[in-house]
């Protein structure tokens, strides 16, 4: 089968697609003969050789993908070959076969075209687990989630809003009408503008009850700031560093909480039980059509390279889908 390698640490130029032995099933095991997979933030660290894979994944890239089953292990009951479904991976969506535990198989939305599909999984999965499982936004309370545009961003905006709640996002500025227009009520320059001053005058000083963060140390002392009392704080992601200030004075004035997670490295078992929330909660608002995903472009696996350079430069808007 055609896979994606990175056989040296590099630039987006070290995503080498090669030739590996197909895989074959395990017990309670499926193979999916892959139709799309999508680029994430955690693929491009892979690829500079800061982010290897949990042990037992598969070295080649890939968090996510959509596809046909192939063929089934011992022991699986829910799939058969020829379902049509998208997956939640630990590793090895890059490729033209996927070998996946059974839980972590979806069916595919009503509605949502197979390719359309591969981009699903990540973004349903984190932001279902962080915001709603870990953080527990609820309709009355504000989410303040960073980096509205991106996959991640463009998915939670939609959710938070479908499920009634105020959403304050940051983005920047050519990209924040696309946020309002997703149900964002209120949408941040932050290049320009102070996130803390904007929540605290959307929300009349209360702040927000939860913000989901993909910036890491660089905004942890201002996100502090931002929290409502009791409010969550859950990050997700390291682009402004990794090593902050944490004023542990505010954060109990407020009765805070700061979290962080990451589903890459959780149990098969617990990547389970997300998926089997997220088919319960979040694909009907995906099949009626009220939250949807946003596809920047759609490249063939040849093209994995310019995948990751769009990323890296931030030119986009929602997901960057790789067919197969
Ligand atoms: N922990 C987990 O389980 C998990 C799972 C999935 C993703 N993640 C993480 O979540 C983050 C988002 O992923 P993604 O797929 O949505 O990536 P993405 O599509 O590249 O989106 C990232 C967004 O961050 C915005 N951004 C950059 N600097 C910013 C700043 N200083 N303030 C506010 N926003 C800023 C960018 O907006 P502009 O282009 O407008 O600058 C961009 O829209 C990544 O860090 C990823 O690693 C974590």
Redesign the pocket.
């Known amino acids: 089968m055609r896979a994606v390698t990175v056989p040296e640490p590099g630039g987006p130029e070290a995503l080498v697609v090669t030739e590996l032995p197909d895989p074959e099933p395990g017990p309670g095991e499926v193979v999916i003969d892959t139709a799309a997979t999508a680029v ?3 693929d491009t ?1 892979q690829r500079q050789g800061f982010y290897p894979p949990p042990p037992g994944a598969s070295d080649v890239l890939g968090l996510e993908c959509s596809g046909t089953v192939s063929a089934v292990g011992e022991a699986v009951e829910r799939w058969s070959v020829g379902d049509e479904v998208c997956a939640l991976l630990s590793g090895g969506g890059y490729a033209e076969k996927v070998l996946v535990p059974q839980g972590q198989l979806m069916p595919v939305p009503a509605g949502v075209d197979l390719v359309t599909a591969g981009a699903l999984p ?2 349903a999965c ?1 932001v279902w687990s ?1 915001v709603f499982m870990i953080a527990g936004l609820r309709h009355d309370e504000t989410l303040l989630v ?8 463009t998915f939670a905006i939609q959710l938070a809003h479908a499920l009634g709640a105020r959403v304050i996002t ?3 500025a050519e ?1 924040l009408q696309v946020c309002r227009d997703l149900g964002a009520d209120v949408a941040v320059n ?1 290049r320009e503008q102070d996130f803390v001053e904007e929540v605290d005058e959307a929300t009349d000083g209360a702040g927000a009850d939860v913000v989901l963060d ?2 890491g140390a ?2 942890l002392g201002r996100n502090v700031q931002a929290l409502a009392t009791e409010g969550r704080l859950v990050v ?5 560093g990794t090593k902050g200030e944490l004023d542990l004075g505010l954060l109990m004035r407020k009765r805070g909480a700061v979290v ?5 490295a959780r149990p098969a078992e617990e990547k389970a039980a997300i998926c089997a929330a997220v088919v319960e909660h979040v694909w009907p608002l995906v099949a009626d059509g009220t939250v949807r995903i946003l596809v920047h472009t759609s490249l063939p696996l040849e093209q994995v390279a310019e995948g990751h350079r769009i ?1 890296e430069e ?6 960057i889908v790789l067919t197969l």
Do not use: D, F
């Open positions: 994430n933030r955690a660290l990540e973004v984190t962080t960073h980096g509205g545009a991106g996959g991640i961003g940051t983005g920047s990209k932050y993909n910036i660089k905004y997700i992601g390291m682009q402004g962080s997670a990451t589903l890459r990323m931030s030119s986009h808007v929602g997901k």
